[in-house]
C-alpha cells in the first residue's frame, strides 16, 4: 500500500469516528483530539464501528486532548456550536508545512474562518454526505448505505487525498468549485434538517407526510444556491430523499431529541443570509426558521 498517513481527526463524534474507525483500518496512523475523558476512552478501547455499509469492527486510535506533532490531514468534525473552542486543540504552528486541513462541517460560511487561521494553502473544504452517530464515547453507529464526500480544489492537488479517502472506502469527487461543493450538500441537508427538527419525525414520515413542504423548501434552497453560483436540481435532490432509509433523522433532529445545541444558525440562518444576500425569495424557510427557534427557546 502507499505510504501510510499521520491523519488528525478533531471531534471524534459520528461523523469523525467513522472516518477515523475507516482511515485507522486502512492502515494510517490515527490521531482522535478530543476532551480528555473522550481522549481516555479511545486510547484505551479505540473505536467500535457499527455499520451495514463497512461491516463491525474496532479500530485501534491515539487520542490526545491537543494536537502536538504535524500531520498530513486534520479533519475538521466537530459541530458549528463547538467549533470555536475546538479549534484550540489544533494548534496552526503545529501542524505542518504538508499538512491539509478538510472541514466536514454542516453549513456553508465556515470555509473563510478555518483559512484566516489555518492558512489558505492548507485549506480544503469539503461536505460528506451519511448518516452516523455517536452513541457512546468511542461507539459509533452509521446508519445509511453510502459515505460520500465532495472536496473542493484542483483535482491534481487533491489527488493523493481522494486516494487515501476511496482506499478507506469512503466515495470521492473532487469539484473544481467551492460553492458547488458546498451547496450540493447543503441543498439537500438545509430542507432535511429544518424540517425533520421541525416534526420531531424521520426522512420517512416528512418526504410523505409534509412532501408538499419538502418540495417548496428544496426549491427554494435550490434558487438560493443557483444565486450563488452553484446549479442544484431540486428533483435529483427529492430523489436523494427518498432513497433515503425511512428511518433516517438530521443531525440537528437528533441534538434537539437529546437536549443540545442546535446548528441552527449555520444550517437555516446561513440559507436565510445567502437569500437576503441574492433577494431571493424564502418565506418556506423563513417561516421554519423561526418555528424551530421558538421551539428550541
Not at 121 to 139: F, L, N
Request: charged share 20%; proline share 7%; with cysteine.
Amino acid at each position: 500500500m502507499p505510504t501510510p498517513w499521520t491523519v488528525a481527526v478533531l471531534g471524534p463524534g459520528g461523523i469523525g469516528g467513522l472516518l477515523a474507525a475507516l482511515l485507522s483500518r486502512a492502515g494510517h496512523r490515527v490521531i482522535c483530539v478530543a476532551g480528555q475523558d473522550t481522549a481516555s476512552t479511545l486510547s484505551r478501547d479505540g473505536i467500535h464501528l457499527r455499520s451495514g455499509q463497512f461491516g463491525d469492527f474496532t479500530a485501534t486510535v491515539e487520542a490526545t486532548t491537543e494536537l502536538r506533532e504535524p500531520v498530513d490531514l486534520c479533519l475538521v468534525a466537530v459541530k458549528h456550536t463547538t467549533l470555536g473552542p475546538a479549534l484550540d486543540r489544533v494548534p496552526p504552528g503545529v501542524l505542518g508545512d504538508r499538512a491539509l486541513v478538510v472541514p466536514l462541517l454542516n453549513g456553508v460560511e465556515h470555509a473563510d474562518a478555518l483559512r484566516e487561521r489555518y492558512g489558505s494553502e492548507r485549506v480544503v473544504p469539503g461536505v460528506i454526505r451519511a448518516e452516523s452517530t455517536r452513541v457512546a464515547p468511542g461507539v459509533v453507529e452509521h446508519g445509511t448505505p453510502f459515505t460520500e464526500i465532495d472536496l473542493a480544489g484542483p483535482a491534481e492537488r487533491l489527488a493523493g487525498l481522494a486516494g487515501v479517502l476511496e482506499a478507506a472506502g469512503v466515495s470521492v469527487r473532487v469539484r473544481e468549485e467551492e460553492a458547488a461543493a458546498l451547496w450540493g450538500k447543503f441543498v439537500l441537508l438545509a430542507p432535511f434538517a429544518l424540517l425533520t427538527t421541525r416534526y420531531g419525525l424521520p426522512v420517512g414520515d416528512v418526504r410523505t407526510g409534509h412532501r408538499d413542504e419538502l418540495a417548496a423548501l428544496v426549491e427554494e434552497a435550490a434558487a438560493v444556491s443557483r444565486a450563488c453560483g452553484a446549479p442544484a436540481d431540486p428533483a435529483a435532490v427529492m430523489a436523494r430523499y427518498d432513497a433515503f432509509p425511512y428511518g433516517t433523522k438530521s443531525s440537528m433532529q437528533r441534538d434537539a431529541e437529546a437536549g443540545r445545541p442546535l446548528e441552527l444558525d449555520a444550517i437555516g440562518g446561513a440559507l436565510l443570509r445567502a437569500a437576503e444576500r441574492h433577494a431571493v425569495p424564502v418565506p418556506v424557510a423563513t417561516r421554519l426558521v423561526a418555528e424551530v427557534a421558538a421551539a428550541v427557546g
